[in-house]
Protein backbone atom coordinates (compact mmCIF):
# COMPACT_ATOMS: atom_id res chain seq x y z
CA UNK A 1 0.00 0.00 0.00
CA UNK A 2 1.56 3.49 -0.95
CA UNK A 3 1.62 5.93 1.29
CA UNK A 4 0.12 9.10 -0.91
CA UNK A 5 2.20 12.50 -0.67
CA UNK A 6 5.81 10.18 1.02
CA UNK A 7 8.76 9.71 -0.93
CA UNK A 8 10.43 6.31 0.32
CA UNK A 9 14.17 7.95 -0.42
CA UNK A 10 13.09 10.78 1.28
CA UNK A 11 12.20 8.93 4.12
CA UNK A 12 15.22 7.24 4.47
CA UNK A 13 17.46 9.78 4.09
CA UNK A 14 15.28 11.82 6.87
CA UNK A 15 16.06 8.59 8.86
CA UNK A 16 19.98 8.70 8.05
CA UNK A 17 20.89 12.34 8.84
CA UNK A 18 18.80 12.20 11.99
CA UNK A 19 21.02 9.34 13.18
CA UNK A 20 24.01 10.97 11.78
CA UNK A 21 23.41 14.18 14.01
CA UNK A 22 22.62 12.10 16.56
CA UNK A 23 25.54 10.11 16.42
CA UNK A 24 27.23 13.35 16.13
CA UNK A 25 26.39 15.24 19.00
CA UNK A 26 27.08 12.23 20.96
CA UNK A 27 31.28 11.73 19.82
CA UNK A 28 30.68 15.71 20.30
CA UNK A 29 30.00 15.18 24.11
CA UNK A 30 32.57 12.52 24.62
CA UNK A 31 35.46 13.50 22.09
CA UNK A 32 36.06 17.33 21.45
CA UNK A 33 38.57 16.59 18.63
CA UNK A 34 36.84 13.90 17.17
CA UNK A 35 37.17 9.73 16.97
CA UNK A 36 39.27 8.50 14.16
CA UNK A 37 37.69 5.11 13.30
CA UNK A 38 40.48 4.11 10.58
CA UNK A 39 42.86 5.69 8.09
CA UNK A 40 41.97 4.67 4.42
CA UNK A 41 44.90 5.66 1.97
CA UNK A 42 46.49 8.21 4.50
CA UNK A 43 43.05 9.72 5.17
CA UNK A 44 41.42 9.38 8.77
CA UNK A 45 38.02 7.69 9.05
CA UNK A 46 36.17 9.64 11.73
CA UNK A 47 33.29 8.79 13.94
CA UNK A 48 30.30 11.19 12.79
CA UNK A 49 32.62 14.49 12.74
CA UNK A 50 30.28 16.24 10.19
CA UNK A 51 27.52 14.50 10.66
CA UNK A 52 26.02 18.02 11.75
CA UNK A 53 25.39 18.27 7.80
CA UNK A 54 22.16 16.20 8.60
CA UNK A 55 20.63 19.39 9.37
CA UNK A 56 21.04 21.14 6.07
CA UNK A 57 19.40 18.10 4.42
CA UNK A 58 16.12 19.10 6.93
CA UNK A 59 16.03 22.85 6.31
CA UNK A 60 16.31 22.10 2.67
CA UNK A 61 13.67 19.40 2.82
CA UNK A 62 11.31 21.73 5.14
CA UNK A 63 11.86 24.43 2.44
CA UNK A 64 11.20 22.22 -0.37
CA UNK A 65 7.64 21.03 1.03
CA UNK A 66 6.68 24.88 2.18
CA UNK A 67 6.94 25.93 -1.52
CA UNK A 68 4.69 22.97 -2.35
CA UNK A 69 2.23 24.09 -0.11
CA UNK A 70 2.30 27.34 -1.39
CA UNK A 71 2.47 26.64 -4.90
CA UNK A 72 -0.86 24.53 -4.15
CA UNK A 73 -2.30 27.37 -2.38
CA UNK A 74 -1.36 29.52 -5.34
CA UNK A 75 -3.76 27.66 -7.31
CA UNK A 76 -6.45 28.88 -5.92
CA UNK A 77 -5.71 32.46 -6.83
CA UNK A 78 -3.77 35.18 -4.23
CA UNK A 79 -3.93 34.73 -0.77
CA UNK A 80 -6.93 37.03 0.39
CA UNK A 81 -5.45 37.19 4.41
CA UNK A 82 -1.50 36.35 4.15
CA UNK A 83 -1.07 36.59 7.73
CA UNK A 84 -3.80 34.02 8.65
CA UNK A 85 -2.52 32.00 6.09
CA UNK A 86 0.78 32.08 6.82
CA UNK A 87 -0.57 31.78 10.90
CA UNK A 88 -2.52 28.71 10.09
CA UNK A 89 0.87 27.18 8.10
CA UNK A 90 3.20 27.47 10.98
CA UNK A 91 0.13 26.30 13.68
CA UNK A 92 0.08 23.43 11.64
CA UNK A 93 3.69 22.27 11.83
CA UNK A 94 3.28 23.29 15.47
CA UNK A 95 0.68 20.43 16.22
CA UNK A 96 2.52 18.06 14.72
CA UNK A 97 5.42 18.64 16.23
CA UNK A 98 3.59 19.29 19.85
CA UNK A 99 3.11 15.67 20.60
CA UNK A 100 6.68 14.41 20.48
CA UNK A 101 7.88 17.94 21.77
CA UNK A 102 6.27 17.94 24.99
CA UNK A 103 6.62 14.33 26.68
CA UNK A 104 10.11 14.69 26.40
CA UNK A 105 10.71 18.03 27.50
CA UNK A 106 8.64 16.54 30.34
CA UNK A 107 11.15 13.74 30.93
CA UNK A 108 13.88 16.53 30.70
CA UNK A 109 12.65 18.72 33.13
CA UNK A 110 12.44 15.41 35.83
CA UNK A 111 15.20 14.60 35.29
CA UNK A 112 16.52 18.60 35.81
CA UNK A 113 14.97 19.09 39.30
CA UNK A 114 16.46 15.26 40.55
CA UNK A 115 20.00 16.33 39.51
CA UNK A 116 20.04 19.64 40.18
CA UNK A 117 17.10 20.29 42.34
CA UNK A 118 16.65 24.07 41.31
CA UNK A 119 13.13 24.50 39.80
CA UNK A 120 14.35 27.82 38.33
CA UNK A 121 16.18 25.79 36.15
CA UNK A 122 12.79 24.63 34.20
CA UNK A 123 10.70 28.22 34.96
CA UNK A 124 13.83 29.59 32.81
CA UNK A 125 12.96 27.17 30.00
CA UNK A 126 9.36 27.10 30.29
CA UNK A 127 8.93 29.52 26.65
CA UNK A 128 11.18 26.92 24.57
CA UNK A 129 7.72 25.12 25.02
CA UNK A 130 6.25 27.03 22.22
CA UNK A 131 9.77 26.95 20.04
CA UNK A 132 10.59 30.52 21.25
CA UNK A 133 14.94 29.79 22.16
CA UNK A 134 16.21 31.35 18.79
CA UNK A 135 14.45 34.29 19.64
CA UNK A 136 17.19 35.36 22.20
CA UNK A 137 14.78 36.83 24.25
CA UNK A 138 14.05 33.51 25.80
CA UNK A 139 17.22 31.39 25.15
CA UNK A 140 17.40 28.33 27.33
CA UNK A 141 15.42 25.15 26.51
CA UNK A 142 14.95 21.64 27.48
CA UNK A 143 16.63 20.59 24.44
CA UNK A 144 19.20 21.65 22.96
CA UNK A 145 18.78 19.95 19.65
CA UNK A 146 15.32 22.05 18.89
CA UNK A 147 17.17 25.18 18.27
CA UNK A 148 16.85 23.75 14.45
CA UNK A 149 13.17 23.51 15.16
CA UNK A 150 12.73 26.88 16.52
CA UNK A 151 14.71 28.70 13.80
CA UNK A 152 12.96 27.00 11.21
CA UNK A 153 9.42 27.98 12.29
CA UNK A 154 10.93 31.84 12.92
CA UNK A 155 12.32 31.89 9.28
CA UNK A 156 9.02 29.95 7.47
CA UNK A 157 6.99 32.71 9.62
CA UNK A 158 8.55 35.13 7.33
CA UNK A 159 9.13 33.39 4.11
CA UNK A 160 6.12 32.12 3.67
CA UNK A 161 3.92 35.47 3.07
CA UNK A 162 6.46 36.46 0.80
CA UNK A 163 6.98 33.17 -1.21
CA UNK A 164 3.52 33.16 -1.18
CA UNK A 165 2.71 36.60 -2.80
CA UNK A 166 6.13 36.86 -5.10
CA UNK A 167 5.95 32.61 -5.69
CA UNK A 168 7.85 32.42 -8.84
CA UNK A 169 10.22 35.64 -8.02
CA UNK A 170 10.94 34.14 -5.04
CA UNK A 171 11.53 30.57 -5.62
CA UNK A 172 13.52 31.31 -8.76
CA UNK A 173 15.51 34.95 -7.75
CA UNK A 174 15.13 35.90 -4.40
CA UNK A 175 15.35 32.40 -2.95
CA UNK A 176 18.66 31.30 -4.16
CA UNK A 177 20.79 34.45 -4.42
CA UNK A 178 19.97 34.88 -1.04
CA UNK A 179 21.01 31.39 0.02
CA UNK A 180 24.52 31.84 -1.72
CA UNK A 181 25.23 35.06 -0.62
CA UNK A 182 24.10 34.23 3.22
CA UNK A 183 25.74 30.45 3.17
CA UNK A 184 29.12 32.17 1.61
CA UNK A 185 28.58 35.06 4.41
CA UNK A 186 28.55 32.29 7.51
CA UNK A 187 31.27 30.54 6.25
CA UNK A 188 33.67 32.84 5.39
CA UNK A 189 33.09 34.87 9.27
CA UNK A 190 32.91 31.25 11.64
CA UNK A 191 34.58 28.51 9.35
CA UNK A 192 31.35 26.39 8.23
CA UNK A 193 27.78 25.96 8.02
CA UNK A 194 27.45 23.65 11.16
CA UNK A 195 26.42 25.39 14.90
CA UNK A 196 23.31 27.08 15.79
CA UNK A 197 23.23 29.72 19.22
CA UNK A 198 26.28 31.45 17.99
CA UNK A 199 25.52 35.39 17.93
CA UNK A 200 25.84 36.91 14.04
CA UNK A 201 25.07 40.88 14.11
CA UNK A 202 21.68 40.79 14.85
CA UNK A 203 20.39 37.00 15.60
CA UNK A 204 21.68 33.69 16.24
CA UNK A 205 23.57 31.90 13.01
CA UNK A 206 20.78 29.03 12.97
CA UNK A 207 18.41 31.60 12.07
CA UNK A 208 20.30 32.94 9.26
CA UNK A 209 21.04 29.72 8.37
CA UNK A 210 17.49 28.53 8.12
CA UNK A 211 16.31 32.00 6.10
CA UNK A 212 19.05 30.46 3.57
CA UNK A 213 18.76 27.07 3.73
CA UNK A 214 14.67 26.48 3.57
CA UNK A 215 14.49 29.17 0.47
CA UNK A 216 17.09 27.04 -1.05
CA UNK A 217 14.80 24.37 -0.42
CA UNK A 218 11.94 26.04 -2.03
CA UNK A 219 14.03 27.32 -5.02
CA UNK A 220 14.56 22.97 -5.36
CA UNK A 221 10.69 22.71 -5.42
CA UNK A 222 10.71 24.59 -8.43
CA UNK A 223 13.42 23.41 -10.25
CA UNK A 224 12.12 19.52 -9.10
CA UNK A 225 8.35 21.15 -10.42
CA UNK A 226 9.72 21.48 -13.78
CA UNK A 227 11.77 18.37 -14.39
CA UNK A 228 8.91 16.73 -13.01
CA UNK A 229 6.64 18.04 -16.17
CA UNK A 230 9.36 16.75 -18.46
CA UNK A 231 9.72 13.46 -20.45
CA UNK A 232 12.72 11.52 -19.92
CA UNK A 233 13.63 7.82 -21.34
CA UNK A 234 15.33 5.40 -19.45
CA UNK A 235 18.81 6.66 -19.85
CA UNK A 236 18.14 10.29 -18.66
CA UNK A 237 16.48 8.54 -15.53
CA UNK A 238 19.02 6.82 -14.77
CA UNK A 239 21.76 9.45 -15.19
CA UNK A 240 19.13 11.34 -13.12
CA UNK A 241 19.09 8.44 -9.96
CA UNK A 242 22.79 8.36 -10.60
CA UNK A 243 23.48 11.64 -9.92
CA UNK A 244 21.38 12.01 -6.64
CA UNK A 245 23.12 8.50 -5.77
CA UNK A 246 25.88 10.22 -6.31
CA UNK A 247 25.20 13.52 -4.50
CA UNK A 248 23.89 11.79 -1.25
CA UNK A 249 27.35 9.41 -1.17
CA UNK A 250 28.95 12.19 -0.93
CA UNK A 251 27.53 14.00 1.86
CA UNK A 252 27.74 10.44 3.93
CA UNK A 253 31.04 10.63 2.97
CA UNK A 254 31.76 14.15 4.12
CA UNK A 255 30.40 13.62 7.56
CA UNK A 256 32.83 10.79 8.40
CA UNK A 257 35.74 12.50 6.70
CA UNK A 258 38.25 14.85 8.30
CA UNK A 259 38.62 17.41 5.37
CA UNK A 260 38.39 20.99 6.33
CA UNK A 261 34.81 22.45 7.33
CA UNK A 262 34.58 25.26 4.93
CA UNK A 263 33.57 22.60 2.28
CA UNK A 264 30.33 22.34 3.89
CA UNK A 265 28.94 24.68 1.36
CA UNK A 266 29.95 22.68 -1.27
CA UNK A 267 27.79 19.42 0.60
CA UNK A 268 24.90 21.47 1.17
CA UNK A 269 24.57 22.08 -2.42
CA UNK A 270 24.95 18.43 -3.40
CA UNK A 271 22.09 18.08 -0.93
CA UNK A 272 20.06 20.58 -3.00
CA UNK A 273 20.91 18.48 -6.28
CA UNK A 274 20.02 15.29 -4.71
CA UNK A 275 16.61 16.37 -2.90
CA UNK A 276 15.22 17.98 -6.05
CA UNK A 277 16.41 15.23 -7.88
CA UNK A 278 14.56 12.75 -5.78
CA UNK A 279 11.24 14.64 -5.39
CA UNK A 280 10.83 15.02 -8.83
CA UNK A 281 10.03 11.48 -9.49
CA UNK A 282 12.12 11.02 -12.33
CA UNK A 283 14.87 9.44 -10.94
CA UNK A 284 14.40 5.66 -10.53
CA UNK A 285 15.28 6.01 -6.85
CA UNK A 286 12.34 8.08 -6.67
CA UNK A 287 10.12 6.68 -8.49
CA UNK A 288 6.32 5.60 -7.74
CA UNK A 289 6.86 2.20 -7.09
CA UNK A 290 9.53 3.29 -4.08
CA UNK A 291 6.65 5.52 -2.90
CA UNK A 292 5.04 2.18 -1.22
CA UNK A 293 8.04 0.72 0.87
CA UNK A 294 6.24 0.87 4.40
CA UNK A 295 9.39 0.19 6.42
CA UNK A 296 11.43 2.96 4.61
CA UNK A 297 8.21 5.25 5.31
CA UNK A 298 8.56 4.26 8.89
CA UNK A 299 12.25 4.66 9.48
CA UNK A 300 10.94 8.19 8.14
CA UNK A 301 8.37 8.24 10.96
CA UNK A 302 10.73 8.23 13.88
CA UNK A 303 13.83 10.24 12.38
CA UNK A 304 12.01 12.95 14.51
CA UNK A 305 11.50 11.18 17.66
CA UNK A 306 15.51 10.19 17.03
CA UNK A 307 15.75 13.88 16.59
CA UNK A 308 14.16 14.68 19.66
CA UNK A 309 14.90 12.07 22.17
CA UNK A 310 18.89 12.12 22.13
CA UNK A 311 19.47 14.70 25.18
CA UNK A 312 17.95 11.97 27.23
CA UNK A 313 20.40 9.64 26.64
CA UNK A 314 23.00 11.96 26.01
CA UNK A 315 22.18 13.42 29.69
CA UNK A 316 21.65 9.76 31.30
CA UNK A 317 24.36 7.50 29.77
CA UNK A 318 27.59 9.28 30.79
CA UNK A 319 25.78 8.85 34.63
CA UNK A 320 24.91 5.46 34.28
CA UNK A 321 27.15 3.39 31.78
CA UNK A 322 30.56 6.52 32.93
CA UNK A 323 32.57 3.34 33.33
CA UNK A 324 32.33 1.92 29.95
CA UNK A 325 34.50 2.91 27.29
CA UNK A 326 33.19 6.02 25.12
CA UNK A 327 32.79 3.83 22.17
CA UNK A 328 30.40 1.82 24.20
CA UNK A 329 28.58 5.07 25.54
CA UNK A 330 27.94 6.30 22.24
CA UNK A 331 26.70 2.98 21.02
CA UNK A 332 24.01 3.23 24.34
CA UNK A 333 23.43 6.93 23.36
CA UNK A 334 22.32 5.66 19.91
CA UNK A 335 20.75 2.27 20.70
CA UNK A 336 18.72 4.09 23.79
CA UNK A 337 17.63 7.34 21.67
CA UNK A 338 16.16 4.69 18.82
CA UNK A 339 14.35 2.40 21.09
CA UNK A 340 12.91 5.55 22.56
CA UNK A 341 12.11 7.14 19.43
CA UNK A 342 9.75 3.49 18.67
CA UNK A 343 7.82 4.07 21.86
CA UNK A 344 7.70 7.56 21.60
CA UNK A 345 6.27 7.36 17.77
CA UNK A 346 4.29 4.33 18.80
CA UNK A 347 2.45 6.05 21.35
CA UNK A 348 1.76 9.53 19.44
Not at 40 to 48: K, N
Not at 117 to 140: D, H, K
Amino acid sequence: MKSKGKNAVIELMRFIFASAVVVFHAQLDLWKGGREITRIAGHRLMLFRNGYIGVEFFFIVSGYLMAKSIYKAGKNGYAKDPGKETTLFVWRKMKALLPYYIPVCIIMALISILRKGEVSYVIVRLPSLFFLQNTAAFPNSFIGATWYISSMLIAMTFLYPLCRKYYRTYTLLIAPLAAVIIIGALIHNTGNLGGGPKWLLITYKANLRAFAELGAGAFCHEMGRRIEKREFNTSGRVILSLTAFVCYAAAIMYIFSDCDRIYSGYCFYLLCTAVTITFSNKGIAGSAEAAGNRFLLYLGEISLPLYLCQNINRTMVPILFGSFSKEFQVLFIYTGTLIMAVILNTAV
